[in-house]
């Protein structure tokens, strides 16, 4: 009985001890592992690949790429390690280290590098963020597109463009306004004075009445030297009035 308790014990502490070493190991390389997951027929429909070795090669080399490009060493496909695949195409990686395969790179630094060449990995498996996700990695945003011109340089443009729009637009109301103004005081050319280089024109204020009287006038004097013109002398004020006609 004694035995039988003693093995018993014996065979309960060697499991533990052996369920504990293996949990932990596991559980350390799921902490620095990535679980990946791709919708192939989501994503490509009737043109969809079959996932396969080629496929999960092709998938280890972008790991490596991108790992070599980011911490500046050379990784190789051998360094990137896939368990636990499912046929929906699910599976783990975790990536052990060029110089010491036996050590794991670190999960920070893994996930850097997948978020700093995640278009190139989408292009290579003809995927996007949405149909390869790494579980845990979020995905990474595009970058800003920089106009070719300087969006400064745009709103001075702006501001220019409405000033000088504002300066045309108050001289031609102000060239208008003087016009109707010219127009409804009735302003007439009273005074000119031209000469080669110069041409000016003197403004004065006439009434309606004045202009009249004016006209009236001017067709008075018309009226009077067209008389004048059909008499056969000319006047000559500087006689008397019996002989004021001076024979030509």
């Known amino acids: 009985m004694l035995g039988q308790k003693f093995q018993t014990s014996v065979r309960n502490i060697f499991f533990f001890f052996f369920f504990f070493f293996f949990f932990f190991f596991f559980a350390s390389d799921a902490a620095e592992g990535f679980k990946v997951r791709l919708s192939i027929k989501t994503a490509l429909g009737d043109n ?17 790429f991108a790992m070599s490009h980011h911490l500046d060493l050379e990784f190789n496909v051998s360094n990137i390690l896939v368990c636990d695949e499912t046929p929906r195409v699910s599976f783990w990686f975790v990536v052990t280290s ?8 670190g999960k920070e630094s893994v996930e850097l590098a997948v978020r700093a060449s995640r278009s190139r990995i989408n292009n290579i498996l003809l995927l996007n963020d949405a149909t390869l996700e790494f579980i845990g990695v979020l995905p990474t945003l595009a970058a800003p597109v920089k106009p070719a011109t300087p969006s400064w340089l745009i709103v001075f443009g702006v501001v220019i463009g409405i000033i000088g729009a504002g300066i045309v637009f108050l001289l031609v109301s102000t060239v208008v ?6 127009a409804d005081c009735g302003l007439v050319p009273i005074v000119a004075i031209k000469s080669d280089n110069l041409s000016l024109i003197l403004f004065g204020l006439h009434s309606s009445k004045e202009n009249e ?24 004020t500087s006689f008397s009035e019996c002989d004021r006609n001076t024979q030509m």
């Not at 969809?48 to 490596?64: D, K, S, V």
């Not at 001017?218 to 000559?236: L, P, S």
């Open 177 to 182: 306004q003087k016009k109707r103004y010219v």
């Open 213 to 236: 009287v004016a006209e009236e006038e001017d067709d008075d004097e018309e009226a009077q030297m067209k008389r004048m013109a059909g008499n056969e002398g000319i006047c000559n």
């Open 48 to 64: 969809a690949y079959e996932w396969n070795r080629n496929q999960r090669f092709l998938f280890q080399a972008a790991i490596a």
């Open 98 to 105: 060029p110089d010491d395969p036996s050590r794991l790179v």
